[in-house]
C-alpha cells in the first residue's frame, strides 16, 4: 500500500500506527476507475446506501416495536400514528424495501448485460448471489413482523416450503415455528433474525467489495485495461456521478415515501393477523412474484420447490454455463437478444405470480418458467456457436473517438 | 511462508520423518475430537428452538355438536390449528363413498376418515403450504367436489377431505377423536 504523506502530525501519528487514511486514499480517492462507466454502474453504491438506510431506520424502529404475536399489530401503528416521526421512519423502511429490490435488480441485469460475472469476477458475482439471497430472507422476515393478514400468511406459505422436503421436512418447519403453526415463538425469532440478517448481509457486502477492489470494475466494452490512460482516478469523477445518481434516486424514493406510502403494499396487511382465516387472495411481496410464479407453474409440491430453488442456484453457477470468451451482449448478437427476451420474460412471470394458477395464466407460467432455465442452459452452446462482433482495441481510443466525434457536429 | 517452510525442509532429520505419521495421528484425532466437541455444544442452542414444554404440553378440546344442523360445518381450534366439523348430507355421504380408489391421489376410503359418516372431522389446514380451505361457510367456494376449495393454490378437496385436485399431496389429516356420545366428541 502507499503511504499518504501529509503535514497533520496528528493524521500521520494515526496512519503510521492503523492506516485508515492511506486505505480510503487507495481505494476511495485515487483508486484507479476505467474512463468509460455508464450509469449502469451507477447501482453499486446506490445499493450500499440504501442498505445504510435500511439499517438505520430499522434500529430506531425496533425502538419502539413490540415482537410478540398479541402487540405487534399495535406496536406498528402506534409507531405510525404516536411516535414521533414514527410514520416517516416505517414508510423510509417499508418503501426501502421496494427501492433496495428496484437497485439490486438492475444491478444484477447489469452484470448479466455486461458479462460482469466473467473471469476473472465470477466469485465477486457469487458474493453478490450471497447478498441477494441474504435479502430475500431478511426482506421476508420483516414483513412478518407487523403482523397483519399478509405477515402472517405469508409466513405461512413459506415456511410450508421446507414441507416439501422428504421425511424431515415436517420436523425441519416445526422447529422453525417452534410450534406447530405460526406463532407468537415464530414473531420474536424473526425479529431476532430481522435485527441480525442485515449485520451478516453487511459484513458480506464488505467482502463483496474487497473482491472488487482485487481485479477493479468492469467496463461497458467488457475489454480489459490496457494502460494508465484508459483510467481516472475514482474521487472526484465516481464519487460526483454517484451523488448525482444519489440525487434522482432520492427523488423518487421520496416521491413514495411522502405521496404514496402504500403503493407497495398489500391492504390485506392492515387487517391484524387471523390464523383462522385465510385472505381469498394471497400474494408475496412483488420482488419475490418471478419466483413465486414459478414455485406454482409446477403440479407437484417438491417439484414446485426444487425449481425454485434451481432458480436461485443457478445463478451461482452462471459463470461456468457461459462459455464465451466475449463479456459484453453489445458485441454478442445472439446473447443480446436472449438477454433482453430474458427481461422481459421476468417481468412477465412477476405479473404471472400475482394472477391466479389456472387456466391460460398456468400454461403461462409453465412457458414462462421453461424460458427461464433455456436461458441458462443454452448458454455453453449460445458461448460455442455465436459469431461475436469485432471488439473495441482500447478504452482510451473509444472514448476519444466519441469524443471527436462530438467536437465535429 | 515459503521461507519457513523451506528452513523447514532442509532441516528435517531422521527422526522427524519417521513421527509424522504418530503427528498425523494426532492432529486427525484432536480435530475429529474438536468437532465433534463442538457439535455437542451446538446441539442445546440447536434445539433450544425447538417448541417448548408449555407449547408441547396436549390439549384436548371438547365439542358439543347438538347445534350444528345437517348441511352445516363449524371450525374450532385445536392445540393452534383449526380443525373442520362438518355435518354432512346424504348426498355428501354418497358422494364420498362412491368414490374408486385408484382415483384418489392419497388413497383412503371415507370409512377409514370417520366414525359416524354423519360427522366428517379434519384439521382444516390445506397440505400444500398451510393455507386454511373454504368451504366452511355456507357461501364459501368449495371446490369442484364439494368439499373445500384451498384459495392459496388451488387445491380442491372432497367431501371427505380428500385431495382431489391442485398440488396438495395429502387428504386433510383426520385428528385422534372420540365420541363420547351420540353429540359430542373429544379431539386429541
Ligand atoms: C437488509 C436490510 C433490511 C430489509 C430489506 C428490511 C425489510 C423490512 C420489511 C420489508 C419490513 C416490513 C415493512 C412493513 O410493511 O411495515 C420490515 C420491518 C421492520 N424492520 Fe426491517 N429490513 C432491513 C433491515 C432492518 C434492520 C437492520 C432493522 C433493525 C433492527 C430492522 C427492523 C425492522 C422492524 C422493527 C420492522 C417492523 C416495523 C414495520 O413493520 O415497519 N430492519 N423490514
Ligand atoms: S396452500 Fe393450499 S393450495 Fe397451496
Given at each position: 500500500m502507499k503511504r499518504i504523506q501529509t503535514n497533520n502530525r496528528i493524521l500521520m501519528w494515526i496512519d503510521e500506527r492503523l492506516p485508515i487514511f492511506s486505505y480510503a486514499e487507495e481505494n476511495l480517492a485515487s483508486y484507479p476507475t476505467p474512463k468509460n462507466l455508464n450509469y449502469w454502474w451507477n447501482y453499486g453504491s446506490l445499493a450500499g446506501i440504501v442498505l445504510a438506510i435500511m439499517i438505520v431506520t430499522g434500529i430506531f424502529l425496533a425502538m419502539n416495536y413490540q415482537p410478540h404475536a398479541d402487540v405487534a399489530f399495535q406496536s406498528v401503528e402506534r409507531i405510525v400514528r404516536d411516535v414521533n416521526y414514527g410514520w416517516l421512519l416505517r414508510n423510509?423502511?417499508?418503501?426501502?424495501?421496494?427501492?433496495?429490490?428496484?437497485?439490486?435488480?438492475?444491478?444484477?441485469?447489469?452484470?448479466?448485460?455486461?458479462?460482469?460475472?466473467?473471469?476473472?469476477?465470477?466469485?465477486?458475482?457469487?458474493?453478490?448471489?450471497?447478498?441477494?439471497?441474504?435479502?430475500?430472507?431478511?426482506?421476508?422476515?420483516?414483513?412478518?413482523?407487523?403482523?397483519?393478514?399478509?405477515?402472517?400468511?405469508?409466513?405461512?406459505?413459506?415456511?410450508?416450503?421446507?414441507?416439501?422436503?422428504?421425511?424431515?421436512?415436517?420436523?425441519?418447519?416445526?422447529?422453525?415455528?417452534?410450534?406447530?403453526?405460526?406463532?407468537?415463538?415464530?414473531?420474536?425469532?424473526f425479529f431476532v433474525w430481522?435485527?441480525?440478517?442485515?449485520?451478516?448481509?453487511?459484513?458480506?457486502?464488505?467482502?463483496?467489495?474487497?473482491?472488487?477492489?482485487?481485479?477493479?470494475?468492469?467496463?461497458?466494452?467488457?475489454?480489459e485495461v490496457k494502460s494508465s490512460a484508459d483510467m481516472i482516478p475514482f474521487h472526484p469523477f465516481y464519487t460526483i456521478k454517484d451523488m448525482y445518481g444519489l440525487g434522482i434516486f432520492m427523488i423518487v424514493y421520496m416521491y413514495f415515501v411522502f405521496f404514496a406510502p402504500d403503493?407497495?403494499?398489500?391492504?390485506?396487511?392492515?387487517?391484524?393477523?387471523?390464523?383462522?382465516?385465510?385472505?381469498?387472495?394471497?400474494?408475496?411481496?412483488?420482488?419475490?412474484?418471478?419466483?413465486?410464479?414459478?414455485?406454482?407453474?409446477?403440479?407437484?409440491?417438491?417439484?414446485?420447490?426444487?425449481?425454485?430453488?434451481?432458480?436461485?442456484?443457478?445463478?451461482?453457477?452462471?459463470?461456468?454455463?457461459?462459455?464465451?470468451?466475449?463479456?459484453?451482449?453489445?458485441?454478442?448478437?445472439?446473447?443480446?437478444?436472449?438477454?433482453?427476451?430474458?427481461?422481459?420474460?421476468?417481468?412477465?412471470?412477476?405479473?404471472?405470480?400475482?394472477?391466479?394458477?389456472?387456466?391460460?395464466?398456468?400454461?403461462?407460467?409453465?412457458?414462462?418458467?421453461?424460458?427461464?432455465?433455456?436461458?441458462?442452459?443454452?448458454?455453453?452452446?449460445?458461448?460455442?456457436?455465436?459469431?461475436?462482433?469485432?471488439?473495441?482495441?482500447?478504452?482510451?481510443?473509444?472514448?476519444?473517438?466519441?469524443?471527436?466525434?462530438?467536437?465535429?457536429? | 511462508?515459503?521461507?519457513?517452510?523451506?528452513?523447514?525442509?532442509?532441516?528435517?532429520?531422521?527422526?522427524?520423518?519417521?513421527?509424522?505419521?504418530?503427528?498425523?495421528?494426532?492432529?486427525?484425532?484432536?480435530?475429529?475430537?474438536?468437532?465433534?466437541?463442538?457439535?455437542?455444544?451446538a446441539w442445546p442452542f440447536i434445539y433450544s428452538i425447538n417448541p417448548a414444554k408449555d407449547v408441547l404440553a396436549l390439549s384436548s378440546t371438547e365439542v358439543d355438536l347438538s347445534a350444528i344442523e345437517e348441511g352445516q360445518a363449524i371450525t374450532v381450534m385445536w392445540r393452534g390449528k383449526p380443525v373442520f366439523i362438518r355435518h354432512r348430507t346424504e348426498d355428501d355421504i354418497a358422494s364420498a363413498a362412491s368414490v374408486d380408489l385408484s382415483e384418489l391421489r392419497d388413497p383412503e376410503t371415507d370409512k377409514e376418515r370417520v366414525k359416524k359418516p354423519k360427522w366428517l372431522i379434519a384439521i382444516?389446514?390445506?397440505?400444500?403450504?398451510?393455507?386454511?380451505?373454504?368451504?366452511?361457510?355456507?357461501?364459501?367456494?368449495?371446490?369442484?367436489?364439494?368439499?373445500?376449495?384451498?384459495?392459496?393454490?388451488g387445491s380442491h378437496y372432497d367431501t371427505s377431505g380428500r385431495i382431489r385436485k391442485g398440488p396438495a399431496p395429502f387428504n386433510l389429516p383426520v385428528p385422534e377423536h372420540a365420541f363420547t356420545d351420540e353429540t359430542s366428541i373429544l379431539i386429541g
Open positions: 423510509l423502511h417499508s418503501n426501502g424495501a421496494s427501492m433496495f429490490f428496484i437497485v439490486v435488480y438492475i444491478h444484477m441485469f447489469r452484470g448479466l448485460y455486461f458479462g460482469s460475472y466473467k473471469a476473472p469476477r465470477e466469485l465477486l458475482w457469487m458474493v453478490g448471489i450471497t447478498i441477494y439471497v441474504l435479502m430475500m430472507a431478511t426482506a421476508f422476515m420483516g414483513y412478518v413482523l407487523p403482523w397483519g393478514q399478509m405477515s402472517f400468511w405469508g409466513a405461512t406459505v413459506i415456511t410450508n416450503l421446507f414441507t416439501a422436503i422428504p421425511v424431515i421436512g415436517e420436523y425441519i418447519v416445526i422447529w422453525v415455528w417452534g410450534g406447530f403453526s405460526v406463532d407468537a415463538p415464530t414473531i420474536n425469532r430481522h435485527y441480525l440478517l442485515p449485520m451478516i448481509l453487511f459484513m458480506v457486502v464488505v467482502i463483496h467489495l474487497w473482491a472488487l477492489h482485487v481485479n477493479k470494475s468492469s467496463n461497458p466494452l467488457g475489454i403503493f407497495f403494499g398489500e391492504p390485506d396487511n392492515y387487517i391484524p393477523a387471523n390464523p383462522m382465516v385465510t385472505p381469498p387472495h394471497i400474494v408475496p411481496e412483488w420482488y419475490f412474484l418471478p419466483f413465486y410464479a414459478i414455485l406454482r407453474a409446477i403440479p407437484d409440491k417438491l417439484g414446485g420447490v426444487a425449481a425454485m430453488g434451481m432458480a436461485i442456484v443457478i445463478l451461482y453457477v452462471l459463470p461456468w454455463l457461459d462459455t464465451s470468451k466475449v463479456r459484453v451482449a453489445t458485441y454478442r448478437p445472439i446473447y443480446k437478444q436472449l438477454f433482453w427476451i430474458f427481461v422481459v420474460n421476468i417481468i412477465l412471470l412477476g405479473w404471472l405470480g400475482q394472477k391466479p394458477a389456472e387456466g391460460t395464466y398456468l400454461i403461462m407460467s409453465r412457458l414462462s418458467t421453461a424460458y427461464y432455465f433455456i436461458f441458462f442452459l443454452i448458454l455453453p452452446l449460445v458461448g460455442k456457436f455465436e459469431k461475436t462482433k469485432q471488439l473495441p482495441v482500447s478504452i482510451f481510443e473509444e472514448v476519444a473517438k466519441k469524443h471527436r466525434a462530438k467536437e465535429d457536429k | 511462508m515459503s521461507d519457513t517452510s523451506d528452513t523447514a525442509s532442509t532441516g528435517t532429520t531422521a527422526d522427524e520423518i519417521e513421527s509424522a505419521p504418530r503427528r498425523d495421528f494426532l492432529l486427525i484425532s484432536t480435530t475429529t475430537l474438536g468437532l465433534a466437541g463442538v457439535g455437542m455444544a382444516g389446514i390445506c397440505t400444500h403450504l398451510g393455507c386454511i380451505p373454504s368451504g366452511q361457510k355456507l357461501g364459501d367456494k368449495k371446490g369442484d367436489f364439494g368439499g373445500w376449495f384451498c384459495p392459496c393454490h
